[in-house]
C-alpha cells in the first residue's frame, strides 16, 4: 500500500524522539548537570537519547594514543642525577622525519672543543605547520619527544604564540607517564630502563669501573617513579624487576672515534648529493 | 559478461595478459616494444599510432576499462614526457599498462578520448600539470589551476612559490636549525613566474569564457542574460563553488531550458594544492600522513593504496619480507569499517541533498562516531589516521580503548578492546544499517525521487571509467577486491553488490548492500584477531627505518575504496641502492574520474535532481582537486 514505506520510517523516527526522554525520566532528568557521574550516564554504552557532550563544561577523555602537537621530554625536577636535563639529544631524526617540516633543530656544540654534544641547544616547533601524524615521537631513537594530549592551543596572535620554543615544548618525564602510562611502560621494556638510554648507559660503565673500587651508585629508577594510578599496576611490578642490561655494552666514549668517522662519511655524501643536486 | 556475438577477434578477450602482450608486440612489431626498464612493466607504443593501437586493445584484447591514465616528466633520465595507461578487463585480470612517449618542448600525444571518454578529465589535468598537448580532445583546458595560470607545475623543472630544495628532509632543519615562519620567507612573487602581460594587483581569469564556449552556448552570456521579457528559454545557472549540496568549494555550471537541463559542467580545483607536487618532494614515509588529507572520510582505505604501491616496489628489491598476517588482517578490518563510515556518511548527505534534512545523517553519524573512537584509540586521531607502514602499521590493537587519562571522567569509554570490535561489528552497526533501510528502501518520496534520475548506462559508466558504486550501480560486477585481489581479500566470503538500473537508487541499494557486504567481511576479521594476537605486526619483526630506500621501478597500486578504485602510481627513479623520494607520485582519484559522466548523467534532469545526482556520485573535494 502507497505510503507504508513512510509510515515505517516515521515510526523510527518516533522512537528516536520517545528513546530521547526515557533516560531523563529515568534519571529524574539530573543527566544534564555537569558532572562525572552524569556525564557518565550520558555517555555509556546503555544510554539512548541525547548523548551531547557540553563543551568546553564537560570533555571526553582522549585515549592514550592521542597525538596532537609534540613536547620534548625533560628529565623531572626530583631526578637525583640529571634533574632537568633534556632527553633528547638532537640527533636530527625527528626533523628528518617531519612531512611537512616543521621542526627545526641547533645542535649544541661544546664551547671548548667544538664538538657536538647530545643536547640541543634550540629546539623550534612551528605547530601552525604540525600536522599531528606523530612520526617524530614513533621515530625517536632515544624517546624524548612525545605528542601531547593538549589540544587546547587557541591564541590571539599566531605570529608570537605558534612557534614553540624550547622552554615552551619542554615537559617533565613523569608528565608523560601520566598522561600514556601503558605506552611509557611499554618503551622502558624496549629500553631496557626507565632512565634515560644515554643515562642508563653511563650508569652501566660507570658501575662496570666501579666494581673494583667503589660501591656500585642507585642506578634504578625506584618504583614509587610509577605514576599514581590505579590501572598502572603493570608498570609498577615491571620495574621491580628491570630488563637487565646487555653484557659487555659498549660505552658512549669507546665510540667516540667511530662516531666521528661516520659523521665525515655523512658529511661527505651529503656534499656529494648536493652537488649532484645542483647539476 | 553478456558479450554479444564471440567473434574471432573477440576470443582474444580470453587470453592472459602475457599473451595479450606478445600478441600486441608481434601484431605491431613496428609500433609497440616493450619496456624493458629495470622494474617496469608493459609496453611502449609508438605515439603517433597510439590511437589505433589503444582500440586494438580495448576491442580486440578487451582491455575495455580504462582505470588511469597519467603523465610522468623524466627530466633529466631520457628527458622525454610520458603518458603511462593502465587498462583493466571489467572481467578482472591484471592492468595492461602501456606508455607513449614525447620530448619536453612541444609534448604532444594524440587524445584518446574517442576511446576511452574517462580520459577526459585525466587529460586535461595532464595538460594542466604536465603542459602536454592532446590534439583530438574535445574541450583542451585547465582544470586544476586557473586558466591565467603560468607554467606546468608538475614539471620537475617548476618552482612553487615556498620552493626551498628539490627532496626533503630541508637542509636548514638541521643541524643549523634556521628557523623561520614561512610567509617570511615567500615574498610575493619572488619565486614564482607570471606571463609579462599579467597584472598581479588584478588577476584576471579568462577561463570563465572558456568554461562557458565548452557548454557550445555563443557565449555571450551578457546577451543570454538580456533577453527581455520571460524569454529565457535558455540560462546559464553557476551552482557552487559556495553551496550547500556541492559537498565543499565545487562548482558546476549548467544550462538550463526552463527547469530542464541541457548541459553540465563540473568546474573544480578550489581546493587545489598540488598534492603530488608536495608528494615527489616528500620522502616515501612523509606521504602517508598527506594521503590522510585525500579522501579525509575514508583515511584508512587511503593509507592502505599508497602503502601496497610502495611495498610492491619494495617487493622487486632483494630483502623484502610480506606483511604477516596479523598487519593484513588489521588492515582489512581498518579499511572495512572505513567503508562503513564512508557509505553512511554518503548517504546520510545524499538524503540531505534530495530533502531529508539532517535527520538521516545525525542517526546514521552516531554510529561512525563509534566507529571513529576505535580509530582514535587505535591509530590515534579520528579522522587523520596515518595508521600504516611499509610492511606494518603503527601499533598492534591496544589492550583497551581508554585506559588511562589525565581527566576527571576518564572511566567514562574504558573498553576491552575487542570486546568493544565483536559489539560494534556483531550488534550495533548491523542495527543501525537495519534502522537506515528501515528508513528509507521503502520509503515512497525518496523512490519517487531517485528512481530513473541520474541515469548512467552501463556502457558508458565502463567507457567513462566510472568506479565504484557508481560503476556497480550501472550494473558493472567490477569490485577490485575480487577482480583484482589484494591483501586477504582471496580467503574473505563476500558478494561484489550490483544493480542494473543505473539510477540514484540503484546506486543508494549498492550502498545498503557494500555495508552488510562489509559486516560479513568484518566478522570473519574477528576470529582471525583472536587467532593472531601476539603475532608481530611488523614483516620484519621490528619497525621499519624511518627512510627507507626504494629500488628503481614503477608500481601501481590499487584498492577499492569506499568511493572507488584508489589508485597510487608510484615511480621510484633510484640508482643503484634505490631512492628514498618519490620521483613521480600520482593520485588515481574516483571523487575526480567519477565526476567525468556527471555531465550525460544529468542531462534531462531538473535543477533539483542535479544536487541529488552530485550526492549519489559521492565526491569528497580533498579529493577531487588534490
Not at chain 1, 615537559?171 to 601520566?178: A, I, Q, T, V
Not at chain 2, 577477434?9 to 595478459?17: D, G, N, Q, S, W
Not at chain 2, 602510481?569 to 571523487?591: F, I, L, M
Request: net charge negative; proline share 5%; charged share 25%.
Amino acid at each position: 500500500m502507497y505510503g507504508t514505506g513512510l509510515a515505517k520510517g516515521l515510526l523510527l523516527t518516533m522512537r528516536h524522539f520517545v528513546e530521547s526522554y526515557v533516560d531523563d525520566i529515568r534519571y529524574g532528568f539530573r543527566k544534564y548537570h555537569h558532572s562525572t557521574d552524569n556525564f557518565g550516564i550520558r555517555q555509556g554504552t546503555k544510554t539512548k537519547g541525547v548523548i551531547t557532550v557540553q563543551y568546553p563544561d564537560e570533555k571526553v577523555a582522549v585515549p592514550e594514543r592521542f597525538r596532537f602537537v609534540p613536547f620534548l621530554i625533560v628529565e623531572d625536577e626530583d631526578h637525583p642525577t640529571r634533574a632537568g636535563k633534556d632527553w633528547c639529544t638532537s640527533c636530527g631524526i625527528c626533523a628528518k622525519v617531519c612531512p611537512p617540516q616543521c621542526i627545526w633543530i641547533v645542535r649544541g656544540n661544546d664551547p671548548n672543543t667544538g664538538r657536538p654534544v647530545p643536547e640541543p641547544e634550540a629546539f623550534f616547533i612551528d605547530i601552525d605547520i604540525c600536522m599531528n601524524c606523530g612520526y617524530c615521537a614513533e621515530y625517536c631513537p632515544f624517546d624524548a619527544i612525545k605528542m601531547d594530549h593538549d589540544y587546547e592551543l587557541a591564541s590571539y596572535d599566531r605570529t608570537t604564540h605558534h612557534i614553540h620554543d624550547k622552554e615552551r615544548l619542554s615537559k617533565p618525564n613523569s608528565y608523560w607517564r601520566s598522561i600514556a602510562p601503558t605506552r611509557a611502560y611499554e618503551e622502558m621494556l624496549a629500553r631496557g630502563s626507565w632512565e634515560h638510554k644515554d643515562a642508563a648507559k653511563e650508569a652501566r660503565r660507570g658501575a662496570a669501573s666501579a666494581r673494583s673500587s667503589a660501591p656500585r651508585p642507585a642506578v634504578e629508577q625506584p618504583a614509587a617513579a610509577v605514576p599514581a594510578k590505579s590501572e598502572a599496576t603493570e608498570p609498577a611490578e615491571a620495574s621491580a624487576t628491570p630488563a637487565s642490561p646487555a653484557e659487555g655494552a659498549t660505552p658512549w666514549s669507546e665510540d667516540e672515534a667511530k662516531r666521528e668517522e661516520r659523521r665525515r662519511k655523512a658529511l661527505e655524501r651529503k656534499a656529494r648529493r648536493a652537488a649532484q643536486r645542483g647539476q | 559478461m553478456d558479450n554479444p556475438a564471440l567473434t574471432p577477434e573477440r576470443l582474444l578477450e580470453t587470453t592472459t595478459l602475457d599473451e595479450a602482450i606478445s600478441y600486441l608486440l608481434s601484431e605491431y612489431a613496428d609500433a609497440v616494444s616493450l619496456d624493458d626498464r629495470e622494474g617496469y612493466q608493459g609496453v611502449i607504443v609508438d605515439s603517433r599510432r597510439l590511437v589505433g593501437i589503444a582500440r586494438v586493445i580495448r576491442d580486440d584484447l578487451g582491455f575495455d576499462y580504462l582505470s588511469s591514465a597519467t603523465a610522468v616528466d623524466y627530466l633529466g633520465a631520457g628527458d622525454q614526457m610520458e603518458m603511462v595507461y593502465h587498462a583493466y578487463r571489467t572481467s578482472g585480470g591484471g592492468a595492461l599498462v602501456f606508455k607513449a612517449q614525447t620530448d619536453r618542448e612541444n609534448a604532444e600525444i594524440p587524445s584518446l578520448t574517442s576511446i576511452w571518454r574517462g580520459t577526459d578529465f585525466q587529460e586535461r589535468e595532464a595538460w594542466d600539470l604536465m603542459g602536454i598537448h592532446f590534439p583530438g580532445h574535445p574541450n583542451l583546458k585547465r582544470i586544476l589551476m586557473w586558466e591565467g595560470f603560468h607554467g606546468h607545475p608538475l614539471r620537475k623543472d617548476w618552482r612553487e612559490a615556498y620552493y626551498e630544495e628539490d627532496l626533503k628532509p630541508f637542509d636548514s632543519r638541521w643541524p643549523g636549525g634556521h628557523v623561520h615562519r614561512a610567509e617570511e620567507k615567500n615574498v610575493f612573487g619572488k619565486n614564482v613566474t607570471y606571463p609579462p602581460d599579467i597584472d598581479l594587483g588584478r588577476l584576471i581569469d579568462s577561463s570563465e569564457t572558456a568554461v562557458y564556449q565548452s557548454l557550445g552556448l555563443g557565449v555571450d552570456v551578457e546577451r543570454i542574460m538580456d533577453k527581455d521579457g520571460f524569454e529565457t528559454n535558455e540560462l546559464v545557472v553557476n551552482m557552487g563553488p559556495h553551496h550547500p549540496s556541492t559537498h565543499g568549494v565545487f562548482r558546476m555550471v549548467l544550462t538550463v531550458d526552463g527547469e530542464t537541463v541541457t548541459s553540465l559542467e563540473p568546474v573544480m580545483g578550489y581546493l587545489h594544492r598540488n598534492h603530488e607536487k608536495i608528494g615527489e618532494r616528500n620522502t616515501y614515509l612523509h606521504n602517508i600522513p598527506f594521503t590522510d588529507r585525500l579522501d579525509y572520510i575514508s583515511s584508512m582505505g587511503n593509507n592502505h593504496g599508497y602503502v601496497l604501491a610502495v611495498e610492491q616496489l619494495m617487493s622487486l628489491g632483494r630483502k623484502y619480507n610480506r606483511p604477516t598476517y596479523r598487519c593484513e588482517a588489521l588492515r582489512v578490518l581498518m579499511v572495512e569499517l572505513s567503508r562503513i563510515v564512508n557509505h553512511l556518511w554518503a548517504i546520510g548527505f545524499w538524503l540531505n541533498d534530495i530533502g531529508a534534512f539532517f535527520t538521516p545523517v545525525l542517526y546514521f553519524v552516531q554510529e561512525r562516531e563509534r566507529i571513529l573512537d576505535f580509530f582514535e584509540a587505535v591509530a590515534g586521531s579520528r579522522m587523520m589516521c596515518n595508521y600504516m607502514r611499509f610492511g606494518g602499521l603503527f601499533g598492534d590493537l591496544p589492550e583497551r580503548l581508554k585506559s588511562v587519562s589525565n581527566l576527571t571522567n576518564d572511566r567514562v569509554r574504558d573498553y576491552n578492546t575487542m570486546q568493544f570490535l565483536t559489539e560494534m561489528i556483531n550488534e550495533r552497526v548491523p542495527r543501525t544499517i537495519d534502522d537506515l533501510e528501515r528508513l528509507l528502501t521503502q520509503n515512497e518520496i525518496l523512490i519517487e525521487r531517485s528512481v530513473g534520475v541520474g541515469v548512467l548506462s552501463r556502457e558508458d559508466a565502463i567507457n567513462y571509467s566510472a568506479a565504484g558504486p557508481l560503476l556497480r550501480g550501472s550494473g558493472v560486477d567490477y569490485d577490485i577486491r575480487r577482480a583484482d585481489p589484494y591483501s586477504i581479500y582471496p580467503e574473505l566470503d563476500f558478494d561484489v553488490a550490483v544493480e542494473a538500473e543505473g539510477d540514484m537508487y540503484a546506486r543508494y541499494r549498492v550502498r545498503v548492500t557494500e555495508l552488510r557486504e562489509s559486516v560479513r567481511i568484518l566478522k570473519q576479521i574477528l576470529p582471525r584477531l583472536e587467532a593472531t594476537a601476539g603475532e608481530s605486526i611488523w614483516a620484519d619483526g621490528k619497525p621499519g627505518a624511518y627512510a627507507p630506500r626504494v629500488p628503481h621501478g614503477e608500481a601501481y597500486g590499487r584498492v577499492e575504496n569506499g568511493k572507488g578504485e584508489l589508485g597510487y602510481y608510484v615511480v621510484s627513479a633510484g640508482g643503484r641502492g634505490g631512492s628514498s623520494n618519490p620521483w613521480r607520485y600520482h593520485v588515481r582519484a574516483p571523487s575526480f574520474i567519477n565526476l567525468t559522466p556527471m555531465g550525460i548523467m544529468s542531462r534531462g534532469y531538473k535543477v533539483a535532481d542535479i544536487v541529488g545526482i552530485l550526492g549519489s556520485i559521492d565526491i569528497v573535494l580533498g579529493e577531487t582537486d588534490r
